[in-house]
């Protein structure tokens, strides 16, 4: 059966910084070819990934994952019918237990003068919801409460499966793109789990990659010219890097996650074109803030090798499974091109896997030369159109076989 995988890989060149840290503070790490890397984890560009979708898709597009899902859709409840507000937060925690199976309990915290503080009941893990669902769901709280928003009433109302499933149809339909790349799970409800559509692994650098401590003080502004030594002292830890970032997704899965889309008028395929582009764009140009006030290491990448494939996703991390050695003049960069072509020239030679009509290079400067022949060279807005050009005819075809 044929699939449509989108592979995505980066070379990215970061200078001292402290992107994602350990809980000692240190930058993460990993041993890979016998030596030790810098790391960066998959969670911490997810992450950052996700901010991105901020600037390049609409909020209505997008999923809230929080524990305070009471508040949210109570404050939707309100939205909808103000003369529920007294009762919202009721009706809302009732609707959310029933469509979820989670626990919902009022957070136990002192208030100032030691009472119980009274705060909204919250679930007891994170929840990941589109803003779709919260509509939804405060669409059913208002309906099955009756005229004048019962909570008893509506309590009776989920007794009925049928209504019960309405509840739970709320959450389990019309995903946000970010529920639908990056999945959910929902521990009560396993049958409200959500596949991810999108793989993103851990970025190593493609050498070894010492870590650094940097000692700093800071003055106190105030103090007399007799008053010697600093108002404070400290250590931070840092590294410097060529990352190898890659991440794959399944294009197909990503159209089931979708379903019908976030809109009525589009054609099938739509929202996952949508979602691969805003996700193409968002994983090459986003950036972990982990102490970027501390060292300013707003880089772009210098490589980017975007693939098509119909079988399986098929990453190039091997090409660095022996360190990349110094160039002459320092740096890796151009090393890490040459290195990473000839693998990848070979790899998919030997596994017959070549397809240049369905791949593309996206790269900066002479050093990264070595890397033209894997791929139709353009620039990131080319690209992008490409890619969801590309995913679009295949998402066609599918539908009409």
């Known amino acids: 059966m044929t699939r449509t995988i989108l592979d995505i890989h980066i070379l990215q060149v970061v200078p001292p910084s402290n992107l994602n840290r350990d809980d000692t503070g240190t930058p993460k790490s990993a041993y890979y ?82 009472q119980e503080a009274a705060d909204a009941p919250v679930s007891s893990y994170l929840m990941f919801l589109s803003r779709r669902q919260l509509d939804a769901l ?40 970010d529920i639908a790349l990056f999945g959910r799970m929902v521990a009560d409800s396993a049958d409200l789990n959500v596949e991810a559509a999108t793989q993103v692994a851990h970025a190593i650098s493609v050498h070894k990659s010492d870590i650094e401590s940097d000692f700093y003080t800071a003055v106190d502004d105030l103090s007399n010219d007799d008053e010697p030594g600093a108002g404070m002292i400290g250590t931070v830890d840092f590294n410097s890097a060529t990352l190898y970032r890659y991440a794959a997704v399944d294009i197909d899965e990503l159209q089931r ?37 501390t060292f300013g290491n707003h880089t772009l990448p210098a490589a980017v090798i975007v693939k098509l494939r119909d079988r399986r996703p ?24 040459h290195q ?7 790899l998919e030679k ?13 790269r900066v400067g002479n050093e ?18 490409e890619v969801r050009a590309a995913v679009a005819t295949r998402m066609a075809a599918g539908a009409d076989a």
């Open 257 to 293: 996650n979708l379903g019908l889309g976030l809109r009525d008028d589009e054609a099938p395929g739509t929202p996952a074109e949508r979602a691969a582009g805003a996700f193409l764009e968002a994983f090459i140009t986003s950036l972990p803030t982990g102490k970027i006030n």
């Open 33 to 114: 070819g016998g030596v030790r890397r810098a790391r960066v984890s998959s969670q911490a560009w997810k992450r950052a990934t996700r901010e991105a979708f901020n600037e390049l898709l609409p909020p209505q597009e997008l999923g809230v994952r929080t524990k305070k899902i009471v508040e949210a859709v109570a404050g939707r409840i309100t939205a909808k019918n103000e003369s529920l507000q007294p009762v919202a937060v009721e009706l809302a925690a009732e609707t959310v237990k029933v469509a979820t199976g989670t626990k919902i309990e009022v957070p136990k915290r002192k208030a100032k003068d030691g």
């Open 340 to 346: 990473l072509a000839e693998h990848v020239l070979d």
């Open 368 to 385: 990264t030369e070595a890397l033209a022949p894997l791929g139709r060279h353009v620039s990131l807005e080319h690209l992008i159109s």
């Open 138 to 177: 405060a669409d059913v709280a208002i309906n099955a409460s009756g005229p004048g928003g019962d909570v008893k009433t509506l309590q009776e109302t989920f007794k009925d499966k049928g209504k019960k499933a309405l509840a739970r149809q709320a959450v389990d339909s019309r995903h946000s793109v």
């Open 314 to 337: 098929v990453s190039f991390v091997g090409a660095f499974e022996e360190p990349v050695p110094q160039g002459a003049s320092g740096g890796y960069l151009r090393a890490s091109c």
């Open 350 to 362: 030997q596994y017959s896997i070549e397809d240049p009509d369905l791949s593309w290079v996206f």
